[in-house]
Nanobody, 124 residues
Framework: QVQLVESGGGLVQTGGSLRLSCVGSGRTFSSYAMGWFRQAPGKEREFVGAITRNGGTTYYADSVKGRFTISRDNARNTVYLQMNSLKPDDTAVYYC?????????????????WGQGTQVTVSS
């Protein structure tokens, strides 16, 4: 089992940057692909991006490609989401999640463990 805790959210102006962190408990963190999702008020949870177990491959939703970067440090049991050129449409609660598959899914229901989420608000 993996427990995940996100941090780094906050209020930022349009065009600004934030870096979210997600720390996982346990010795098996490197056994999981990791994903980032977000959910805005009144909307479904949507895929943001994901990274394979060893960090060798990343995947991104078209809406964030070129602006967001996912990385991980397995020695620190941490996955990061660097968000640049933020827009008001990026406002949401951001969640990290762990997927036991080698190739991470873009479907939230296929993830095994979730963090509690961190709020990101981008002002116009």
């Amino acid at each position: 089992q993996v427990q995940l805790v996100e941090s780094g959210g906050g209020l930022v102006q349009t065009g600004g940057s934030l870096r979210l962190s997600c720390v996982g408990s346990g010795r098996t963190f490197s056994s999981y692909a990791m994903g980032w999702f977000r959910q805005a008020p009144g909307k479904e949870r949507e895929f943001v991006g994901a990274i394979t177990r060893n960090g060798g491959t990343t995947y991104y939703a078209d809406s964030v490609k070129g602006r967001f970067t996912i990385s991980r440090d397995n020695a620190r049991n941490t996955v990061y989401l660097q968000m640049n050129s933020l827009k008001p449409d990026d406002t949401a609660v951001y969640y990290c999640a762990a997927d036991q598959r080698y190739i991470p899914s873009a479907v939230s229901a296929e993830y095994d463990y979730w963090g509690q989420g961190t709020q990101v608000t981008v002002s116009s």
